[in-house]
């Protein structure tokens, strides 16, 4: 099991040097990925009819495709790793040649995690349909495949319209993998169907397993193996206290197709960038 950190997006700041150090101290670490969550806008909580969403305007979020142009020039190793890229509030063509930029300059570390999202304020804001965000995903990752991988594409699509055209350069994976995140039906059907690897939010256990097995038994309803589909943990440390962290990991390596982990350090009520650093040196000490 691979395990990286989640970027810890809304308490990093904004020192570009102290996100430098973050990255590099993380690959030197032994860390496998880092992944970053996505966010284009934070709404504001006082306007007409409310806001229930946990992120607000006053929640720091760097652009994930930018950042990992920036960690792309400060590490060599290490996995770059959206979880999850808001894709339907996204053109699809931009999102192709965006990825496959990050894809070069990176040497070949990117994978793109996508989901429909849940923001209606942002993809009011994008121009973009809230409502057919699922049917719409589909089609996009047929796009983003057919971009990756030839040099000129014709598409007459439902939602996209390529008139033989292509992006260069091309991405050094061809494709660049693509994950999904969430945990509905029609999400655990969707990435079975199309997705090479899944990103769930649940904790080790029975019934974390059980959503896994179903899983597994669409991939081969639709015809392909569970061996090449990969799933992602996500360990959050607030929810753990630090003397059952080494219990909690055991748990989820004992669980039946769990191939990579990462380990959230947002919540524990930390200050400072290092405080981060310090707190992901501690796990590796304790498990």
Known sequence: MKIGVV???????????AIRDYAQTVEAMGYTHILAFDHVLGANPDRPGGWKGPYTYRHVFHEPLVLFGFLA???RRVELVTGILILPQRQTALVAK????VDVLSGGRLRLGVAVGWNRVEFEALGEEFGNRGRRIEEQIDVLRALWAKELVTVHGQWHRIPDAGINPLP???????WMGGESEPVLRRAARLADGWLPHFRPGPESQAIVDRLHRYI????????????????????????EWAKELAAWRAMHGITHLCVHTVGLGLKTP???????????EVT
């Open 274 to 284: 290092e405080d981060h650093v310090q707190t992901l040196k501690r796990f590796k």
């Open 98 to 101: 965006q990825a496959a930029a």
């Open 73 to 75: 020039a400060v590490t």
């Open 7 to 17: 970027f810890p997006q809304v308490e990093i700041g904004t020192d570009p040097a």
């Open 172 to 178: 050094v994976q061809r494709p660049i993998p693509i």
């Open 220 to 243: 081969k309803d639709a015809g392909r193996t569970p061996d090449a589909f990969g799933i992602e943990g996500r360990f959050t440390l607030a929810q753990v206290p630090p003397d």
